[in-house]
């Protein structure tokens, strides 16, 4: 079957590729094999392949944060999951035809949701429901801000926001961004610029954000912490670019703006099996119901792995690139 390699650490396209490996075998006791229908590309893969992440893996070594697919046999002992049911991987390692796992490394899907749109959920989807609810006591019509929108946890987060009635302000660097997330659902929609603060007081009539959720860093951090209430927080969660969040002294020590972080890595081990599964069933609800939906540019099969990855890194893109490792 075949499965992805990082090879080495290095430019991401040169250092991935797609070869032959063993099948999986027979599932052991707690065991299941998963089947991969579809499994996304996050900009912290490409990161991880160039030694830009938090920890560089030894290479060669299998790789690909996210993956759902369907369980084709489970081992003794296994009662979470049965043969057929669509799962989402916990595992770290996911691009693969097939992947033999412990049944606590998946969580059990309903039957009618899209497997595209489920390998989207691990990374993106929960960074953007844990921004949301975890540091914050957000209220119905509270204002949250957040740059980069249009990115896969942005659009996650606009929608994720709209349900539980929080209003969302989306800071994109393009203006034709504008009308597809104000389509989606963004109650304000704006291009970055020196003077953001002052449109975002008028958009809200005179509100300020209760968030601010920041994955550019640099001098934008600055802007967003200009638009919330004193005492607030800004989240940052990217490495979209390499420059330091800044904040301004008067900001900090005047207004009481805290800059924090935010790592899903981090998180889900503080986070007990079950509220992992809980939260994994909400957010799989989510898509069923249609209100979480993230565009998809382009599908690529596993053989075409440096075009895919190089796809994944370009700039202006209309959605996410996904692998597609059984066809
Ligand atoms: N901390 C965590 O646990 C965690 C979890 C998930 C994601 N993340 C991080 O969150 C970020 C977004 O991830 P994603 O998968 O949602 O991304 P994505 O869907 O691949 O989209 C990234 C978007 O960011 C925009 N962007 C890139 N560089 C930018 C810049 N310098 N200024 C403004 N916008 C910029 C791009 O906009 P254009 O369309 O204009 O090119 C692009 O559409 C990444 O940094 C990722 O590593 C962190």
């Not at 497997?115 to 844990?130: D, H, I, P, S, Y």
């Not at 003077?195 to 601010?212: I, M, W, Y």
């Not at 802007?223 to 979209?240: E, K, Q, T």
């Not at 900090?252 to 992992?276: H, S, Y």
Request: hydrophobic content about 45%; glycine content about 8%.
């Amino acid at each position: 079957m075949k499965t992805v390699e990082l090879m080495a650490i290095g430019p991401a396209p040169e250092v991935v590729h797609c070869i032959e490996v063993e099948e999986p075998g027979m599932p052991g006791a707690g065991e299941i094999i998963v089947e991969l229908t579809a499994c996304s590309i996050n900009p912290a893969d490409l990161m991880i392949f160039e030694g830009n992440y938090a920890s560089k893996p030894d290479t060669p070594c299998p790789i690909g944060i996210e993956g759902a697919g369907t369980v084709t046999a489970v081992g003794d002992g296994v009662t979470l999951v049965g043969v057929g049911d669509k799962v989402m991987s916990l595992y770290r390692a996911n691009w693969s035809q097939r992947l033999r796992l412990k049944e606590t490394e998946v969580v059990r899907l309903p039957d009618e949701i899209d497997l595209e749109q489920a390998a989207m959920l691990k990374v993106n989807a929960a960074t953007a429901l844990l921004m949301l609810e975890k540091y914050v006591a957000l209220k119905p019509g509270d204002w949250v801000i957040q740059d980069a929108a249009n990115s896969g946890v942005g659009k996650n987060l606009i929608r994720l926001a709209q349900v539980k009635g929080y209003k969302t302000i989306n800071v994109v660097r393009r203006a034709e961004l504008i009308a597809p997330l104000t389509a989606m659902g963004g109650d304000v929609v704006l291009v970055d610029g020196e003077d953001l603060a002052e449109r975002v007081n008028e958009a809200t009539g005179g509100s300020k954000a209760k968030l601010a959720i920041d994955c550019v860093s640099g001098s934008i951090t600055m802007r967003l912490a200009d638009c919330l209430a004193d005492g607030s927080i800004v989240i940052n969660y990217g490495l979209l670019t390499d420059d330091p969040c800044m904040l301004r002294p008067d900001q900090i020590f005047f207004r009481d703006i805290k800059l924090m972080g935010f790592w899903l890595a981090k998180m889900m081990p503080t986070m007990a099996f079950e509220e992992i599964v809980a939260m994994y069933q909400e957010l799989a609800a989510r898509v069923v119901d249609g209100t979480l939906y993230v565009t998809v540019e382009a599908s690529y099969p596993l053989e075409r792995i440096e075009e895919a990855v190089a796809h994944a890194g370009r700039y202006k893109r209309d959605g996410k690139i996904l692998l597609r490792p059984n066809g």
